[in-house]
């Protein structure tokens, strides 16, 4: 009998890498004793540049279908929606005054850590979902979630977000059958091949900003203070979801029965699987880049997505496995 199952052995091989990234980045913090790294300008550039790049190049070579995307995107939307409340009362308890303490809570790390458990587990099918919940989750936080650490109620702010047009952009080149001059299609394939090379720095500089800035600001006391939003995220995130599925099957928008085709059925279940497995995910990198883009409690944000990801650990691998008891089977 193994020691370690293989959930924990798959969620381990996906999170150690961000782990090490995020080490190299508190050595770095350590070394820079004069804090010459600037780490808004690093944000910026991941903002503007890099993430834009990581949501295109994610898109692109996808494949949609617009009822399945309505049924998942709507989930995603739906745990978004419960969460921020909930985020909103701790954040009151806690006595803390910006809004950025509930990005952390709110969002899910629904790109580096769970697309590629998707694939290993339930193959292309289950990436293709996980991508599509993905795109709502990401649409949502570089919406509603810089307008809560901007502060700005200004409708223009969301016409101001890069990651928007490329998600617009990426969704209709997946759509689209682009028909071209063969000169054109092929410099198309150059500038997708360039922007495949660039969203590969987005998470990595991510990571890295993250571990530098735990580095500098984050306290024992401080990680003490931020376990409760931490735990919020990984543990009352699949409660909801499982809750959320039981709803849909309620409703018949996800039937199940023994009269059901296996193989319509065996797609049912995938869709489930990926939305819960998403809603067990720790608190975005990409709430800590907006907490420090708008100087909005970065090191709170820190705090909760390190603990967040380190518990997942254990809460993931749980997560997987009532999957593949209640849901899968």
Same mark, same amino acid.
């Given at each position: 009998m193994s020691l370690i199952s293989p959930e924990t052995l798959l969620v381990v091989q996906a999170v150690l890498p961000s782990f090490t990234i995020a080490l190299l980045g508190v050595l770095l913090g350590k070394v820079d004793r004069r804090r010459e790294?600037?780490?808004? /300008?690093?944000?910026? @550039?991941?903002?503007? !540049? !890099?993430?834009?790049?990581?949501v295109f190049s994610s898109l692109h070579k996808r494949s949609f279908d617009l009822l399945e995307f309505t049924l998942i995107g709507g989930a995603a939307f739906l745990l978004i929606a419960v969460m921020t409340p909930i985020a909103f009362y701790f954040k009151r308890r806690a006595?803390?005054?910006?809004?950025?303490?509930? =990005?952390?809570?709110? !969002?899910?790390?629904?790109?580096?850590?769970? *697309?590629?458990?998707? *694939?290993?587990? !339930?193959?292309?099918?289950? *990436? &293709?979902k996980a991508i599509m919940f993905h795109m709502m989750n990401i649409l949502v936080l570089y919406s509603y979630g810089v307008y809560l650490v901007s502060g700005k109620p200004d409708f223009r702010q969301f016409f101001r977000i890069p990651a928007l047009y490329a998600t617009v952009l990426g969704v209709f080149a997946a759509t689209t059958d682009l028909r071209a001059p063969e000169l054109l299609m092929h410099?198309?394939?150059?500038?997708?091949?360039?922007?495949?090379? @660039?969203?590969?720095?987005?998470?990595?500089?991510l990571i890295v900003n993250l571990g530098y800035s735990m580095s500098v600001t984050t306290k024992l006391k401080t990680l003490m203070e931020d376990a409760t939003g931490a735990f919020l995220r990984v543990v009352l995130g699949p409660l909801l979801a499982f809750g959320l599925v039981l709803c849909y099957r309620e409703l018949g928008w996800?039937?199940?029965?023994?009269? $059901?085709?296996?193989?319509?059925? *065996?797609?049912?279940?995938? /869709?489930? $699987?990926?939305?819960?497995?998403? &809603?067990?995910?720790?608190?975005?990198?990409?709430?800590?880049?907006?907490?420090?883009?708008?100087?909005?409690?970065?090191?709170?944000?820190?705090?909760?997505?390190? @603990?967040? /990801?380190? $518990?997942?650990?254990?809460?993931?691998?749980?997560?997987?496995? =009532?999957i593949n008891r209640f849901i899968a089977a």
């Open positions: 790294l600037n780490q808004k /300008t690093i944000s910026n @550039l991941v903002y503007y !540049f !890099f993430t834009p790049c990581l006595r803390v005054e910006q809004n950025g303490y509930c =990005l952390p809570i709110i !969002f899910m790390n629904t790109g580096n850590i769970s *697309l590629p458990i998707a *694939l290993l587990l !339930f193959g292309n099918d289950g *990436l &293709a410099g198309y394939s150059i500038l997708c091949l360039g922007i495949d090379l @660039l969203a590969y720095a987005a998470i990595p500089l996800l039937p199940i029965g023994a009269d $059901a085709d296996p193989l319509v059925n *065996l797609g049912y279940r995938t /869709t489930e $699987a990926i939305i819960i497995l998403n &809603a067990a995910m720790p608190g975005p990198v990409m709430a800590y880049l907006l907490n420090v883009k708008f100087d909005n409690c970065p090191e709170k944000a820190a705090s909760m997505v390190a @603990l967040g /990801t380190l $518990a997942g650990i254990v809460t993931i691998p749980l997560t997987l496995h =009532l």
